[in-house]
């Protein structure tokens, strides 16, 4: 008989992490799990799925600014390294390496993700496809503290898809107080960010028709039984998504259909649910411009040069040390 114990796939560290925040935020009120948990192997694949969907434009539109802003940003940054956070598939990372390549004919990828099995799939497309690039991959969570790896300078610190948005505004700042003091002189950070639209519009984008997000936002509990040795029924929790306009972002949440309690054996922890109760999954804010170069000047950054497409759904910011010269007004 296999035992969630017998087919765990997170590595030791990862799975001390993983029950830290599960006791903390199961038993908090109200319950909430960190976003970073969503993206086991079948939820990074699903989230790739998800960035195909016609209710999801952010992928697009990021990918249609890149192709337009790659050759500024390699010319404006002069880096040798891309250091990708969150890398997941790393497919919109091969606009920045090619036009970085017009600049050094050697360059290093270091991709940074929570998921090893992403990372050996990216690393191995990538390096076929660029025989030349030397790639230094890094299981971590950049959430949680990241060491940067001594690398050629300058280097060029990607943040995409929108993972920024994932973090709540004091997370923020903390996170980017500490790529802060980890930045040298001549490093930049590429960030990139959603945009403040029609609520609605915002809210599709995380409950398609399809039911891809509600597959990827139900996994989370498919994730706690495996490796926690949990009892969730996902018949008995379905998928909400809500647009929260006092904070300009929208919450993934999964609600109870019924009053049920769940045992995760392995942490000898019962959690109570009542009918209609929600587990925040995640946080997606989206921004101003204004309000998020106010947040990089707050950590001791500044946004020297800022991208973004014709319908303003998505901006990419390069951003800088504090202690450069002056941006330009966004």
């Known amino acids: 008989m296999t035992t969630p114990a017998d087919t765990a796939l997170l590595p030791a560290h990862f799975r001390t992490e993983l029950r830290a925040d599960v006791t903390r935020g199961l038993t908090a009120s109200p319950k909430r799990l960190p976003p970073r948990w969503l993206y086991d ?142 930045l040298d002189l001549d490093d930049r950070l590429l960030i990139g960010v959603g945009l403040v639209k029609d609520p609605d519009r915002i809210r599709a984008a995380y409950d398609d028709a399809a039911g891809v997000t509600a597959a990827f936002n139900l996994n989370v509990l498919t994730m706690l039984n495996r490796e926690l040795q949990a009892d969730f029924d996902l018949s008995a929790f379905e998928h909400v998504a809500l647009w929260d306009a006092a904070n300009d972002w929208v919450e993934m949440r999964l609600r109870s259909r019924r009053e049920q309690t769940v045992v995760l054996h ?17 946080i997606s804010a989206k921004f101003r411009p204004r309000l998020l170069a106010e947040e990089m000047t707050q950590a001791g950054l500044h946004v020297s040069h800022w991208f973004t497409d014709p319908d303003q759904l998505y901006g990419l910011a390069l951003v800088a040390r504090g202690d450069e010269p002056a941006p330009p007004a966004l």
């Open 266 to 282: 392995s942490l000898g922890l019962q959690v109570s649910f009542a009918p209609g109760e929600d587990l925040r999954t995640e």
């Open 41 to 182: 192997p079948l939820g990074s694949e699903l989230f790739e799925q998800i960035t195909q969907l016609p209710e999801y434009p952010y992928t697009r539109a990021e990918r249609a600014i890149l192709a337009q802003c790659g050759p500024a940003v390699a010319a404006l940054t002069g880096a040798r390294t891309v250091i990708e956070l969150g890398s997941g598939s790393s497919e919109k990372t091969r606009i920045l390496l090619d036009a970085l390549g017009e600049h050094h004919t050697r360059l290093t990828y270091a991709p940074v993700d929570v998921s090893a099995s992403a990372l050996a799939q990216a690393v191995a497309a990538l390096s076929a496809d660029y025989p030349g690039l030397t790639t230094v991959p890094l299981v971590a969570d950049f959430t949680t503290g990241l060491t940067l790896p001594s690398l050629p300078g300058p280097r060029l610190l990607a943040f995409l898809g929108g993972t920024f948005g994932n973090l709540l505004p004091g997370e923020r700042t903390v996170f980017l107080r500490s790529l802060r003091s980890r």
